[in-house]
C-alpha cells in the first residue's frame, strides 16, 4: 500500500457503549486498545490515520484510550442511531463495527459478524429478539463492503444461512490473553467450599445449544467420586427441576463473581467443561487454559478448528462418556499436568494483538478500494 493510501479517517461504531460488557464489546475495546497503544508508540502502519469512536450520547461507559477520541453525538437519536445517524456521522471516512449490525448504509462499512447462533438454534433465542435481529444481520452482511467472522466454522455458517458471501468474508481468531493480565484471588475458593483441584467448573447457561444437561447427567454417573460440580450461574440452580437435581450436594452454585474469582476458579479446578453444541469461537475453553485449567469440550463448531489436539473431546449425547472424561483427571494426575502444559502453549498463541493488526489490514484494504 502506498503512501497515499492510508486509511485517513476510520470510525468505529461505539454503541457496545450503551450497556454491560459482552463478548462482542470485549473484541471491540481490546482491538481499540491495542490500536491505541500502537498509535502511541509511533506505529508506522498508523501515520496518517485518525481513529474516531462514535457512540449515542446516552452512552454510560468509557474507555481507558488517550490516542483515540470517543465521540457522543445524536441526529435523530433513539432507535434510529445505529441505523441512520452512524451512517451519516461517519460518512466521510471508512466504518468498523464490531456487534453484528449496521448502518442501513454506508459506502466504506466493516462489519463483524461473529456467528449464526441465531440460525442454528433459533429456540435458544426469544421470538421477539430472533424477529429483529436475524434480518438486521443479514442487512448488514448485504451492505457492508467486508465481513469479519471470528472463525472458519463461523465463516461457512454465514455462507450458508445467507448472510455474507465468501468473497466478502474475512476470518480473524479472538485473542484470548486478556485473563492473564488478572491475578487471580484464590479467596473465593473459601467462600464457596472448594479445594484446589476439588472441583470440575462450568459456565451455567439456560440456552439449549450449551448443552449443560450432559454435565449434570454425567454427575450421577460417576459413583463414589467426591468431586464437586461448580456452576457460575446468576440463579440458584439448586431450586431448579430436571438433570440439574441428579447432582445432589454436590452442586455448588457460584455467582457474582470478579475477573480475579474467574481466573482463580479456573485455575484451581480439576478441569473446565464446556459440552456446547456449537460455539462461533472457543472463547471460554481458551480462557480456562491460558489460566492453567485443562478443558474437556465436544468436537462440534469451531472448537476442533481453535483448540486442535491439545484438550479432551466428549460425545456432546454421551453422560458416559463425559463422566469417564472427567474421571480420568481424578484418577491421573500426569494427565493434568500434560494437558495444562499443552493447552497454555497453544492458547498463547491467541492474542489479541495479533487480532487487531490482523483487523488493521482489513481496514488498510478497504480504505485503499476508495
Request: hydrophobic share 45%; glycine share 8%.
Amino acid at each position: 500500500m502506498g503512501k497515499d493510501d492510508k486509511p485517513g479517517k476510520v470510525y468505529v461504531n461505539g454503541r457496545f457503549l450503551r450497556g454491560p460488557i459482552t463478548g462482542t464489546s470485549r473484541v471491540a475495546e481490546e482491538v481499540l486498545a491495542a490500536w491505541d497503544a500502537a498509535i502511541r508508540a509511533g506505529d508506522a502502519r498508523f501515520a496518517g490515520a485518525s481513529i474516531e469512536v462514535l457512540c449515542p450520547s446516552d452512552a454510560t461507559r468509557s474507555l481507558p484510550l488517550e490516542a483515540i477520541r470517543i465521540r457522543r453525538r445524536n441526529l435523530l437519536g433513539g432507535k434510529f442511531w445505529e441505523p441512520v445517524d452512524l451512517g451519516l456521522l461517519a460518512w466521510t471516512g471508512t466504518l468498523v463495527n464490531f456487534a453484528n449490525v449496521a448502518p442501513l448504509y454506508h459506502p466504506r462499512a466493516l462489519t463483524y459478524v461473529h456467528d449464526a447462533q441465531m440460525f442454528l438454534y433459533p429456540e435458544s433465542y426469544p421470538s421477539g429478539e430472533l424477529f429483529t435481529h436475524r434480518p438486521l444481520m443479514r442487512v448488514a452482511g448485504c451492505m457492508s463492503r467486508r465481513v469479519v467472522t471470528v472463525s472458519e466454522f463461523s465463516s461457512q455458517m454465514l455462507q450458508r444461512f445467507g448472510i455474507a458471501p465468501a468473497s466478502k468474508i474475512a476470518v480473524i481468531h479472538n485473542g484470548a490473553d486478556h485473563i492473564v493480565r488478572v491475578a487471580p484471588d484464590a479467596s473465593v475458593l473459601a467462600r464457596f467450599g472448594l479445594s484446589p483441584q476439588g472441583y470440575v467448573l462450568m459456565l451455567g447457561s439456560a440456552f439449549p445449544y450449551k448443552n449443560v444437561e450432559v454435565i449434570y447427567r454425567a454427575f450421577a454417573r460417576m459413583g463414589e467420586s467426591r468431586l464437586k460440580l461448580a456452576v457460575i450461574a446468576r440463579a440458584d440452580l439448586r431450586k431448579a427441576v430436571g438433570a440439574v437435581q441428579e447432582v445432589g450436594d454436590r452442586l455448588v452454585v457460584v455467582s457474582g463473581v470478579s475477573d480475579a474469582d474467574l481466573r482463580a476458579l479456573y485455575q484451581n479446578a480439576l478441569v473446565f467443561v464446556q459440552p456446547a453444541r456449537t460455539e462461533g469461537f472457543a472463547m471460554t475453553q481458551l480462557e480456562a487454559l491460558n489460566s492453567g485449567a485443562p478443558v474437556i469440550t465436544c468436537a462440534l463448531g469451531s472448537m476442533p478448528e481453535v483448540l486442535g489436539d491439545d484438550v479432551v473431546y466428549a460425545d456432546a449425547d454421551s453422560p458416559g462418556d463425559w463422566a469417564e472424561a472427567i474421571l480420568r483427571f481424578e484418577r491421573d494426575p500426569r494427565l493434568r499436568e500434560e494437558m495444562v502444559a499443552r493447552g497454555q502453549a497453544m492458547a498463547a498463541r491467541y492474542t489479541w494483538r495479533r487480532t487487531a493488526d490482523a483487523l488493521w489490514r482489513e481496514v488498510e484494504r478497504l480504505a485503499s478500494r476508495g
